[in-house]
Each structure stands twice: as C-alpha cells, then as structure tokens.
C-alpha cells in the first residue's frame, strides 16, 4: 500500500487547518517581504520572539497568556529595529546586522528556556517543529463546539493579516516598490515597515506553539517567492501564494503520514514536512515558471543561439557568393566554419528551410532570393557597425570583427538606418569591403 | 545671481522653490557635497551638471531628505521640506527602481495620486482614468498593462514621467530622465518640461548630455562637489570648455547595449 493514511477528520481535520492557517497568515506578509528583498528579516523576527517568549514566562509564570504574546511582539520588532541601528552605526551591511541581532536573540531565549527548564513547559525540540500533532487536544469551547486552541488563535491572526492586506494593499505596494515616493506622499514608509514587521511578530508568536519555528520561516518567504516565480501581476502573486502555503500544508501533512511507512518507520512531524512540501513547490515553480523558469530559459536560449547560427548560416553563404566562391556548402563543412555543433546545424537548416531561405539538394545547402536578403541586411548592419566602432568609438582594428559579429544580430532597420546617417551613408568598412545597399520594401518610403 | 532674492525680503524668499544654503553631505564622514548654496528662480527648467561622483544624486536626495546632511538649510518655497512635501515631484534615476517589482505602467503612475487619495482608500476608476490620461500625454498609453520590466529604456522613463505629471507637483525634482533614452523618448520628455514651465512649474534636472543644456534648460548648476558655477544657461554656461572635459557621446553604442539588455530580460 503506497498510501496507507487513516485519516480521522476530528484529528487530522484539525492538524490540517491549523498548517493552513498557519501557512497562510504567514504566507500573506511574506509576499512584502520577498519583494522588499527583505525575507531574511521575517526568519530573523521569527527566530528572536524567543528571548521575549521565555522572559515573560519568567516574570508572569503562565503559558497562553496575554503577557507573554506582548513581550515576545516586542522582542520582535525590537529585532528589526536593532537591524536597523546597528547597519546605520557602522560599515556593517543588513545582512550582517540581522545576524548579529536574531542569532544573539535567539540564542539568549535558548538559554533562557534551558535554565528554567524545570520549572518551564517549553522544551526546545518544540521551538524547532512545535507541536501541531497535539493541536486537537487543547480545545476551547465556541458556540458549543469545540475547537482547538491554536486553530482559534491562528485564526485570529489570519483575520488580521488578510484586513491587513487588503487595507493597506495600495501602502504596502508603494512603500514597497518605491519607499522614496510612499514618505514624500505622506504614507511613511518606515512606519509602513514597522507595522509589517509587528505583524510578522505577532504571527510568528501565534504560530510558535503549534507549528513551530522551521514552519513560519518557511511560509513567509517560500510560497511568495514561489508564487513571485509564477507571476508578474502583485494581486496574482499574493493570491497565488495563499494557494501554494494551503497546498503546501496539505501535502505535508499527508506526506507526514504516508512518506515514512515507505521506508518502515512511523509517521513524522507535519510541520516539517509542511515546510519540505513548500520546498518541493518552489522547486517545480522554478522548473516550470512561465516566464523566468528553467525550462523556459533554457528553450529561449536554445532558440536564440539557433537564429543567430541560422544569421551565421546565411551571412557565410553571402560572402561566399560576394568573393564568387561556391555558393553551395556542405552540412559539414557548415559545421566545421562556424564551430557548431551537428544537430544546431541540422535544426537550424530544417528552419531555414521551413522560411524558405535557403534550399537543400543533395546535402547541398544554397540561398534564396528570400535568405539573401536576410543575409544581405546581417552583413551591411555587420559592416556599418565595423565603421561605426573605427571611426566614432574608436575601436581598436582586432576588436571590431568580434564587436561587430555579436552586434549584428541585434540591429534592426531603424538602428541601421541611424548608423548609415550618422557616418554619411560610408560604401566601404575598415578592411574595404563594401557596404551592400538594402533592399527598400515594397510601398516604404525613405 | 540676483542676490535680492535671498534673504532681504520674506515675500520674495516664499517664491522661491529651492533655496539651498552651506549644504554639505557626508558618507562616513567623507564629503560628497560640500557647501552648496544655491537660490532657484521659480517657473525655470534648471539643469544639474556636472562628472560622475559629483554629489548630483546625493543633492537631490538630501532635499526630499532621503539621506542625513551634515550642515545646511533647506528651504522649499520659504518652508522646510516636510512641510511642502505636496508640492515636491521626484523622478528617480533609473537604477535605483526595482523592475521586476510586480506591477505594470499604469500602477506606477497611479502610485503618484496615492497621496490625493488617501490612507486605505481604494485606488477609483477616476483615478486611473487620470493616470491613463498621463500615459497618453507621454505616449504610453497602448503599453499600461505591461509589466515594467518588459519596457524599454525610453519607456520605463515616459512612465516615471507620466507619474510625475499626475503628482501635479510645483517643483519637480528629476535624476537623470535623459538617460539612455531614444530619440521621441527625449523629444516627449523636453515638451512635458516646457508645459511645465509655461505653467509656471520649476523643474530641476540632472543632465548629461551637455549639446542639449543649452536648448533645454534657462538655467544651469554646475556641480563637481561643489558649485562650480550656477546662473542663467546665457551667462556661465561655456559650451567650449564643457565640451573638453566631457568629450562626445555614443549614444548608437548605448542603443544595441539597450537591444541586448532588453532581449536578455526576456529570457
């Protein structure tokens, strides 16, 4: 049986909608952070609640309570304003400064925890993972229902955080995308800052017990910068992002469940595995992206690299045809002239032939009315720019074939157009060969 | 200059849309500007001048007070910055804006009425109606819904640009629009600036081409740390002597660099 789960809505049910409220509340802030290149400082606000966790324990002496959910806030975003102080002190960048500050922090809450460990119900295996496993257990009565604890609580600060979002959408962007403008608008964009990071406090105590820290540091920044991937549109990415935590938090739990009885041991922590199936999400949006992924990156370059070797192609058939050599070349002799692979040749003569530029008779590859103009276009924009390089630029004489040759494929007819003006339309390049006049469309001026 | 605009009457002080007095700027106690004073007529399209690492960024931004000074006073329109943020525009310099942010021309123009329409008010159809309309003035409007990344250099400038006009601001305080921009991209931004003026609007422009001070601007700073000179473009502006330092522009060099650039954004 690969999937052997028993599922139990009472148990699971719950487990599960707390990972998604978890991931979720966390998910919504995390979309500002990754776009204010900011993610570090959510794991760093994550990690150091600690200290403040554990003072308050220390002076209230209770758990859940009101004190210790303010003095682990205050800790918070005491974090990020220590960042802030510390890079403005001296030549340390931000990244150094949120070390210094979140590891000290965290590290003292550590301590802390360990010190009072006897007289504390907080062990630090649970800082880690926290116990979302236990999350059924602790219920509070709601309308005669009861429901956990921490699904109440998390709750609370999904409400929070989607108001939060959806109030200060317009703020959040523009503090965001230009902190400059946010201020000279009126809307500071340090206070902006703050509040986001209060928020990213109050949801990383929130999430604290029940799922733990590695959960929270992964929610805040992997499904937005996952979603970021997917999309260009902010109002996508955001609702794309809720989308990724409630999937990632699904998988987890499920996977929690399912993927060690592969290997024969008992089921592991969901919150973890919430965070590895986050993990796994990125991975494919990184593979799969529309736009900035792998695998679209990687057919986009192949596709530039084969029509500039198809330009190749056609540009060594017309010099060919100028010094009145063989106008016709053979598949392998293409290959050995430009330093090409066979099968970039092969694809490059099928498209060719496809646009009807050049002809294949025997393996004997020659130009068309149609490839001679292409051709012809590539070796003036090559040689204008050869003259343009010499003479304006002031290139030196070995430079100007390599400049040029990378060039050409960019040039269009304005651009050659602009180059022909600026040198008084010259006849001839640096090394004297001639400049070949374009052809005029059909009903273009000029 | 006309030193009566100074200090020696308060009426006369109000006009003026930048008065900048002994003002210097530091990174780490190193000077970047130091000791600009500077009084700006109102209603003149000034041009900033002046080599690379001359502290004309760090001028601008210690106006709208983005970075500390180390002395000096600022005033704008007779009163502190803070005071008259409303009335301040700024066109940031194309390499301090983040691209691939995810929003497309129009947001970027709306983000200049974010002040007229408030805190956690929502962004209207008027006001995106005005923001269309500013696009259109700059020739942009078939491009609203493109991502910013996908603009070229030209447009990624028409759209600061459009922004800057729905501010409505009374001075406007540019960095670099000029830069690496095409041929109607210019043409568009120097008829935007002279609408500017002709409604009495001060704009102050950090400029590189120096063939163009002269047709653009009425009045020019030249700033190399220090003011070197400032006045009307007539009298201190010497095209000869600039001409020396500065040397030709290749700007058909900064075209295909902006067609390479471009094509590899899309990949």
């Known amino acids: 049986m690969i999937f052997a789960i028993s599922w139990n809505w009472s148990l699971d049910g719950w487990i599960v909608l707390a990972g998604i409220l978890a991931a979720v509340s966390a998910a919504l802030l995390g979309n500002f952070l990754v776009l204010r290149r900011m993610s570090m400082l959510g794991d760093a606000i994550s990690h150091s609640v600690l200290p403040g966790l554990a003072a308050a324990f220390f002076i209230s002496g209770t758990r859940n309570s009101f004190p210790m959910f303010i003095g682990a806030v205050f800790v918070g975003v005491l974090t990020a304003y220590l960042t802030q102080w510390i890079r403005g002190m001296g030549k340390v960048d931000e990244g150094a400064s949120m070390g210094v500050v979140f590891t000290s922090l965290f590290a003292l809450g550590l301590v802390l925890i360990v010190q009072g460990a006897d007289r504390v119900d907080l062990d630090p295996g649970c800082v880690l993972y926290g116990a979302i496993e236990q999350t059924p257990l602790d219920q509070v009565q709601l309308g005669g229902v009861g429901v956990p604890r921490a699904v109440v609580t998390l709750g609370i600060v999904t409400a929070i955080n ?17 902190p400059a403008l946010s201020t000279s608008s009126g809307l500071s964009a340090g206070l902006m ?25 992964a929610m805040l920044v992997v499904p937005p910068a996952s979603a970021y991937m997917l999309t260009d549109r902010l109002p996508v990415m955001i609702g794309l992002s809720v989308a990724l935590a409630t999937l990632a938090a699904v998988l987890g739990h499920l996977g929690a469940m399912a993927v060690p009885a592969w290997f024969g041991f008992e089921s592991t922590t969901t919150a973890g595995m919430m965070a590895v199936a986050s993990g796994l999400i990125m991975l494919l949006a990184l593979a799969f992206a529309p736009r900035h992924g792998i695998v679209v990156k990687w057919c986009n370059q192949r596709w530039l690299a084969i029509s500039i070797l198809c330009d190749d192609i056609v540009a060594l058939l017309y010099r060919r045809e100028e010094r009145q050599l063989p106008c016709v070349v053979l598949e392998n002799e293409l290959c050995r002239e430009l330093q090409a692979g066979t099968w970039s040749i092969y694809f490059s003569l099928v498209w060719l032939q496809q646009r009807g530029e050049t002809t294949d008779a025997n393996q004997q590859i020659a130009l068309t009315e149609k490839g001679r103009d292409r051709a012809r276009n590539l070796v003036r924009s090559h040689r204008l720019w050869e003259n343009y390089l010499a003479s304006q630029a002031m290139v030196d004489g070995n430079r100007l074939h390599g400049l040029a040759e990378r060039f050409e494929h960019f040039t269009g007819r304005e651009l050659r157009e602009q180059l022909d003006k600026e040198m008084d339309a010259p006849s001839h390049d640096p090394h004297g060969s001639v400049i070949p006049v374009e052809k005029r469309e059909e009903g273009t001026s000029l | 200059m006309n030193n009566t605009l100074s200090e020696s009457s308060a009426t006369a002080t109000k006009a003026i849309p930048l008065s900048i007095d002994d003002l210097t700027v530091a990174y780490h106690r190193k000077p970047v500007i130091w000791d600009v004073s500077l009084d700006l007529p109102a209603g003149s399209l000034v041009g900033v001048v002046g080599p690379n690492g001359a502290g004309k960024s760090t001028l601008l931004k210690a106006v709208m007070d983005l970075i500390p000074r180390a002395s000096g006073r600022i005033k704008v329109f007779g009163e502190s910055y803070a005071d008259n943020r409303g009335r301040v525009g700024y066109v940031p310099q194309r390499e301090s804006v983040d691209w691939d942010f995810p929003v497309d ?22 006001h995106r109606q005005a923001a269309m309309e500013a696009l259109r003035r700059v020739g942009m409007a078939d491009l609203a819904n493109r991502q910013i990344s996908q603009l070229s250099g030209g447009q990624q400038q028409r759209t600061f640009l459009a922004r800057a006009l729905v501010q409505d601001a009374d001075l406007y305080l ?33 400029h590189h081409d120096l063939q163009t001070v002269a047709e653009y601007f009425d009045y020019v700073v030249l700033l190399n740390m220090r003011v070197v000179a400032h006045g009307s473009v007539k009298d201190v502006f010497t095209p000869e002597n600039l001409q020396k330092t500065y040397g030709g522009r290749l700007t058909l060099l900064d075209e295909v660099t902006e067609a390479m650039r471009h094509q590899r954004r899309k990949l």
């Open chain 1, 193 to 217: 800052h703050y509040l986001l990071m209060t928020l990213v406090a109050i949801t990383a105590v929130a999430s604290f017990e029940s799922v733990g820290n590695i959960l929270v540091v």
């Open chain 2, 174 to 206: 540019m960095d670099e629009p000029f830069a690496a921009v095409d041929a109607s991209t210019e043409r568009a931004i120097v008829d935007v600036l002279r609408d500017m003026r002709a409604r009495g609007k001060t704009a102050v422009v950090i």
């Open chain 2, 105 to 126: 021309a129009l947001d970027v123009v709306t983000m200049g009425l974010y002040r007229e329409i408030g805190w956690c008010f929502p962004v209207r159809k008027k």
């Open chain 1, 162 to 178: 989607t108001l939060f979002v959806l109030l200060f959408y317009k703020e959040l962007k523009l503090s965001s995308f230009d």
